[in-house]
DNA sequence: GAGCACTGC
C-alpha cells in the first residue's frame, strides 16, 4: 500500500500530522477534540499508518452506524489506491469485508465488542481508534471502560485514540489518568445564532412563522427544521404547503417541503439527496436523523426547536418511556453545525440563550444510563475478567446502582447467573448470541423441548418488530394486526402471530411482492431473514432438532397450540410476565415494583367467552406512551409461572451483587440521573416478598375455582 | 382503543 497518495485532500488535520504522531508515540491513550470537517474518520488511521502503526498489528476505526463505517473505509481505500478489502476494510454485522492482507480496519463498536468476547486482549490491533465517542452510545461507553483496563494489560503495544467533542474532552482525558487532548479544528463555515425572545408556546407554529420568514426575505438555501417525531413533522409540512401555496405568485421563489424521519420508507427517505431545481427552495422537516445519520447538501438554514424524542428506561418498573426533551448544548451545537457545511448560514433557535445557557445540558445523558443493562452486564461477566467486577466496573459515566441490581435479578431470573452472581454455563452461551439476553434463553429452552426452530423465527422477528409495521398511513391502519390475510396469532398473543407471518412468507418462497400486498416492510422482513439466519449458524452445533422454517405438515393437522414454545418464552422472559386482574383486563406485573398496565391495543391477544384476557402473560416490552402498555403479549398457563415465583422469593439482590452495597464508597454522587425512587436492596426486597405471597394466595384461590 | 426518536451485535 502506498505511503502517500499524491491525491491527499486538503484537510485541516493534516497540519497536525507531526504533533499528532508525536503525542501518540509517547502517550498509551490521546484524545483528538475534531470538529466536523476535520477530516479526523478519514486521516488519523492514515496518520498512524504511514508513522508505521500498521506494521505491527491493525488499526482499528470504530463507528457507532454501520454505514458510516461503510463510507468512511470506501474513502480511505480510494485515498490510498488499493482496492476496498484489502489492505483497507470494514467489518459490520453480516458484512465482513477484510482480508489477512487488511491493515487498516473499520467496524462497528458493536462488532468489535464481539471480537473482543473471543479475543479479550484484542491482540491483533496495534491501535484502536474510538471514532464519536462524543455520541456516548452503549456500546461506545461499554469499549470505553474496557479499553481503560486493555491499555494498562497491553502498555508497551496498544494506542488507544478517543475522538469526542469540545465540552467533554477534558472529562474523557480525566478517565484516562489525565491523558493529553488534541484540538483539530474544523472546516465549517460560521454559521449566526439567532435567538428568540422567549420560548414559543407553540413551537410548530413558531416554527412555521420562522421558516415563512426565511423563505420570504432570504437569500437562496435550503432549510432544515428539527422537529420531535412524525406527528409534528407531518402536521408542518401540510401547514407549511398550505402557506407557501397562498403566497403571492412571484413574491418568492418556488418552494419543495420534505419530510425526513426514520420510518419514511427508504425511497422517499432518498429524496433529500436529489438537488433542487434552479430557483426553489426546499424546506426539509426532520427528526434527529439528520443530526448526524443523514447530511443534507445545501442546506443554509437550521430552525432548532430545542426539544428531541428520547428513549428513557426505568429499573425499579422495567418500563420504558418516550419523552419529549431539551436537547443538550453538544446537540444544539451539532444542528447549528448543519447551516455551514457548505457556506455561510443562519441557525434560528426557537428558544432565548438563557435557556441554551442555564437549562441545557453540556452533553446528552449517555445511553448507559438510560436503557436496561441485562445485555451488557450478561457481556461483561461472560469476559471473564477476573481483575473487574461488575458493580465496580469503570464507567465513564456510572449507571445507576438500581439499574445494576435489576440487570443483576433479570439474569438470576433466567439462569445466566447463580445465587452468588457468578455465570453459569447457560448464561455463557447466551452471551455467544446476538440478542437480548431474555430472547437468547427462550432459544435455548426451546431447543430443549423440541421447537427451537419456531423460537429461532420469533427472536429474529422480535429483533426487528418495530421496523416490520409500514409507515403510519390512513387506510392501512389495523391492517397488519388484524387483516383478513394475515395469520392472527391463533388467540394465543403477538409472538405467535409474528411466527405465523415468517411462515407464511417462508411459504411464498420469499417473495417480496407478498410482503407488500400484506403492508409488512420489506427492509425489515429481509432483516429478519439475515438475523434468523446468522443465529442459525450460532445454534447449529447445539440444535438438538431441525432450524428450517417449515414445520411439517403432519405437525400442522393436529392443531398446534405452540404449548412448548410459549413455555419456553415464559422461562426466557420470567422477568416479565403479568398477571391479570380479577375484574378486569388490566395486568399488574411481577417481580417489579407492582405495575398497573395494559395489553397494547394493537396486539392480537384473543380473550375467553366472557371478554377477558388471559389470566397470566408474557410480555416483551413495557411502554409508556399515552399509558403504560405491555406490546408483544402472549398467553402462559399459570402452572408454568410458580416455579419462577418461587425463584423469586429467593432473590437476594446483595449475594447476587457479591456483598456491594450502594452506600459503599466508589459509586457514589455517579449515579443519581433516574427519578428519585428509593432502590436499595433492604427496603425493596419485604415488598416485594408481600407481593409474592399475595400473587401466590391469589393464584391458589383461582387454581381452587377451577 | 393507541401510535414509534435513533442506533447496534
Not at 414559543?200 to 416554527?207: A, D, G, Q, R
Request: glycine share 6%.
Amino acid at each position: 500500500m502506498a505511503d502517500r497518495s499524491p491525491s491527499l485532500p486538503d484537510l485541516p488535520i493534516l497540519q497536525f500530522e507531526e504533533k499528532i504522531a508525536e503525542t501518540v508515540e509517547k502517550n498509551p491513550v490521546v484524545v483528538i477534540i475534531g470538529e466536523t470537517g476535520s477530516g479526523k474518520s478519514t486521516q488519523l488511521s492514515q496518520i498512524l499508518h504511514r508513522r508505521g502503526y500498521t506494521k505491527s498489528g491493525i488499526v482499528g476505526v470504530t463507528q457507532p452506524r454501520r454505514v458510516a463505517a461503510v463510507s468512511v473505509a470506501r474513502r480511505v481505500a480510494q485515498e490510498l489506491g488499493v482496492k476496498l478489502g484489502e489492505e483497507v476494510g470494514y467489518a459490520i454485522r453480516f458484512e465482513d469485508r477484510t482480508s489477512e492482507r487488511t491493515r487498516i480496519k473499520y467496524l462497528t463498536d458493536g462488532v468489535l465488542l464481539r471480537e473482543s468476547l473471543s479475543n479479550p486482549e484484542l491482540s491483533e490491533y496495534s491501535v484502536i481508534i474510538l471514532d464519536e465517542a462524543h455520541e456516548r452510545s452503549l456500546n461506545t461507553d461499554i469499549l470505553l471502560g474496557l479499553m481503560k483496563r486493555l491499555v494498562k494489560i497491553r502498555s508497551s503495544n496498544l494506542r488507544v485514540l478517543i475522538t469526542s467533542a469540545t465540552l467533554d474532552g477534558n472529562k474523557v482525558s480525566n478517565f484516562f489518568s489525565d491523558c493529553p487532548v488534541l484540538n483539530v479544528p474544523g472546516k465549517l463555515y460560521p454559521v449566526e445564532i439567532v435567538y428568540s425572545r422567549e420560548r414559543p408556546t407553540s413551537y410548530l407554529e413558531s416554527s412555521l412563522r420562522t421558516a415563512l420568514n426565511i423563505h420570504v426575505r432570504e437569500p437562496e438555501g435550503d432549510v432544515l427544521i428539527f422537529m420531535t417525531g412524525q406527528d409534528d413533522i407531518d402536521k408542518l409540512v401540510s401547514k407549511l404547503e398550505d402557506e407557501v401555496r397562498s403566497l403571492q405568485e412571484g413574491s418568492c421563489m418556488d418552494a419543495i417541503i420534505l419530510p425526513l424521519h426514520g420510518s419514511l420508507p427508504p425511497e422517499l427517505q432518498v429524496r433529500v439527496f436529489t438537488p433542487p431545481p434552479p430557483n426553489c427552495r426546499r424546506f426539509i422537516v426532520a427528526t434527529n436523523i439528520a443530526e448526524t445519520s443523514l447530511t443534507v447538501d445545501g442546506v443554509v438554514y437550521v430552525i432548532d426547536s430545542g426539544y428531541v424524542k428520547q428513549r428513557g428506561y426505568n429499573p425499579s418498573t422495567g418500563m420504558y418511556s418516550l419523552d419529549v426533551v431539551p436537547v443538550s448544548k453538544v446537540q444544539a451545537d451539532q444542528r447549528a453545525g448543519r447551516a455551514g457545511r457548505t457556506r455561510p448560514g443562519k441557525c434560528y433557535r426557537l428558544y432565548p440563550s438563557t435557556v441554551y445557557q442555564d437549562e441545557f445540558l453540556d452533553v446528552t445523558v449517555p445511553e448507559i444510563q438510560r436503557s436496561s443493562l441485562a445485555g451488557s452486564v450478561l457481556y461483561l461477566k461472560s469476559l471473564d475478567l477476573s481483575d473487574i467486577d461488575i458493580l465496580r466496573f469503570d464507567f465513564l459515566d456510572s449507571p445507576s446502582y438500581g439499574s445494576l441490581e435489576d440487570a443483576l435479578k433479570q439474569l438470576y431470573l433466567i439462569d445466566a447467573i447463580d445465587e452468588d452472581g457468578s455465570i453459569t454455563s447457560i448464561g455463557r452461551t447466551m452471551a455467544e448470541l446476538p440478542l437480548e439476553p431474555s430472547l437468547s434463553r427462550t432459544l435455548m429452552e426451546a431447543n430443549e423441548y423440541g421447537c427451537l426452530s419456531q423460537a429461532l423465527t420469533i427472536a429474529a422477528m422480535l429483533s426487528a418488530e418495530t421496523s416490520l409495521l409500514p409507515g403510519r398511513s390512513k387506510g392501512t391502519e389495523k391492517k397488519r394486526r388484524h387483516s383478513a390475510d394475515l395469520p392472527d396469532g391463533s388467540g394465543l398473543g403477538d409472538h405467535i402471530q409474528l411466527l405465523q407471518i415468517f411462515e407464511q412468507w417462508d411459504q411464498n418462497d420469499y417473495d417480496i411482492g407478498w410482503c407488500k400486498e400484506n403492508n409488512l416492510q420489506v427492509r425489515g422482513m429481509l432483516f429478519v431473514k439475515d438475523v434468523r439466519k446468522q443465529l442459525c449458524q450460532i445454534m447449529q452445533k447445539k440444535a438438538k432438532g431441525t432450524l428450517d422454517v417449515r414445520t411439517s405438515e403432519s405437525r400442522k393437522e393436529r392443531r398446534d397450540d405452540y404449548r412448548n414454545l410459549r413455555k419456553a418464552l415464559c422461562v426466557g422472559f420470567a422477568n416479565q410476565l403479568a398477571e391479570r386482574m380479577t375484574l378486569h383486563n388490566g395486568y399488574r406485573t411481577i417481580g417489579f415494583k407492582s405495575q398497573l398496565v395494559q395489553v397494547h391495543p394493537s396486539s392480537v391477544l384473543g380473550t375467553d367467552e366472557q371478554g377477558m384476557y388471559p389470566d397470566f402473560a408474557v410480555y416483551h416490552e413495557l411502554i409508556t406512551t399515552s399509558r403504560p402498555f405491555m406490546r408483544n403479549v402472549c398467553a402462559i398457563d399459570m402452572k408454568w409461572v410458580v416455579p419462577i415465583l418461587k425463584k423469586l422469593e429467593k432473590v437476594n439482590v446483595n449475594k447476587l451483587s457479591g456483598g456491594y452495597s450502594q452506600t459503599e464508597e466508589g459509586n457514589d454522587g455517579k449515579s443519581a440521573f433516574l427519578p428519585k425512587e428509593d432502590v436499595s436492596p433492604a427496603k425493596v426486597l419485604p415488598d416485594n416478598e408481600s407481593r409474592i405471597q399475595a400473587a401466590r394466595e391469589r393464584f391458589l384461590a383461582r387454581k381452587a375455582k377451577k
